[in-house]
């Protein structure tokens, strides 16, 4: 109750500000959030509790956050509404036959909502960093799950043991691609001048590689959330991409990626939508947002006729 009174005790000013100034601030809410938590202690634990969105309801999704964690606010902040769209749309695409693999799980909200909603499926979750990864493995074991199989590693066209590059701003984020700046949302600040003033931060980690040509090993359905590193997860796949196991995928991209996403996933027999459009992605100039989800159809396929279908019937 005091983390929800705290977060609605800021907002609000924070939106007559910005309305009587007819501008927004300059920096994230949630980054100025999370920075008050951390007045408080290194971490800031909280409960979220939520129907499971993709059945009907039908199961509870228990998460434990820390509200010091700008992700991890998001989470609590939206009250299980976050990520729902792309969540329903894995749900749509997913049959008695199909495995999910979610490519940078992070806690696991994707992996513990399709998991629980299709226990006799295969869910398969990859996360690289060790700190995301204990936690997501405490989320699977928590929900009593048995059909996940979690793997701390990079999905990646290189073989062996890559660098990943943490973000300290946005806890829990990181990307193969190494910065040159620390970003979430629109705060932005210069990786070099914040690893000389915070010495004992921890920027780099080696972590295994694998492909994923390696995972698809039948129908599948994926996520992808990879910081800009979309291309090389990707590439990494394309041997099964253009057979047809995949029919969905639900891809994070960025203005600087998206172009070589389409690119990509076109040669393999892919369209690209933003949530809820008919018409499919061409370039970056369609795409208005610095970052966000798009979703990969494969055309001909009944995925593609069903996510069609269902964003006809919400069209205005």
């Given at each position: ?94 049959g008695e036959d199909k495995t999910f693999i979610d490519v940078g799980a992070h806690i696991g909200v994707f992996t513990i909502t399709v998991a629980q909603a299709f226990p ?13 990864y204990s936690k997501l493995q405490r989320n699977i074991n928590s929900h009593c799950l048995s059909n996940v199989d979690a793997i701390q590693g990079a999905v990646t066209v ?159």
């Amino acid at each position: 109750m005091f983390a929800r009174g705290l977060i609605l005790t800021v907002h609000y000013p924070l939106r007559i500000y910005e309305i009587l100034r007819r501008r927004p601030l300059p920096v994230f809410e949630h980054y100025l959030i999370v920075r008050i938590f951390k007045l408080t202690g290194s971490w800031y634990p909280v409960s979220l509790k939520y129907p499971n969105p993709v059945n009907g309801g039908n199961g509870t999704i228990n998460l434990d956050l820390d509200l010091c964690q700008t992700s991890q606010y998001v989470y609590f902040h939206r009250q299980g509404q976050h990520e729902v769209q792309w969540i329903s749309l894995i749900g749509l695409a997913m049959g008695e036959d199909k495995t999910f693999i979610d490519v940078g799980a992070h806690i696991g909200v994707f992996t513990i909502t399709v998991a629980q909603a299709f226990p006799y499926q295969r869910i398969v979750a990859i996360e690289p960093l060790l700190s995301n990864y204990s936690k997501l493995q405490r989320n699977i074991n928590s929900h009593c799950l048995s059909n996940v199989d979690a793997i701390q590693g990079a999905v990646t066209v290189a073989d062996g043991t890559v660098k990943f590059f943490e973000n300290p701003l946005n806890d829990g984020g990181g990307s193969l691609v190494e910065p040159t700046d620390y970003r979430t949302g629109d705060v932005v600040v210069n990786a070099t001048t914040y690893r000389d003033k915070h010495p004992e931060f921890s920027a780099i980690h080696d972590v295994s590689s694998l492909a994923l040509d390696h995972l698809i090993n039948g129908p599948s359905v994926l996520k992808i959330d990879v910081e800009g590193a979309e291309a090389s997860v990707l590439k990494s796949g394309l041997e099964s991409l253009k057979t047809g196991l995949v029919e969905l995928m639900v891809v994070e991209v960025t203005t600087d990626s998206v172009d070589e996403v389409i690119n990509l996933v076109g040669e393999a027999g892919f369209d690209c939508f933003i949530y809820g459009c008919l018409q499919p992605l061409t370039s970056h100039e369609d795409f208005k947002l610095r970052l966000d989800n798009i979703v990969c159809l494969r055309r001909n396929s009944q995925s593609y006729d069903a996510v069609m279908a269902k964003f006809a019937q919400a069209a205005p």
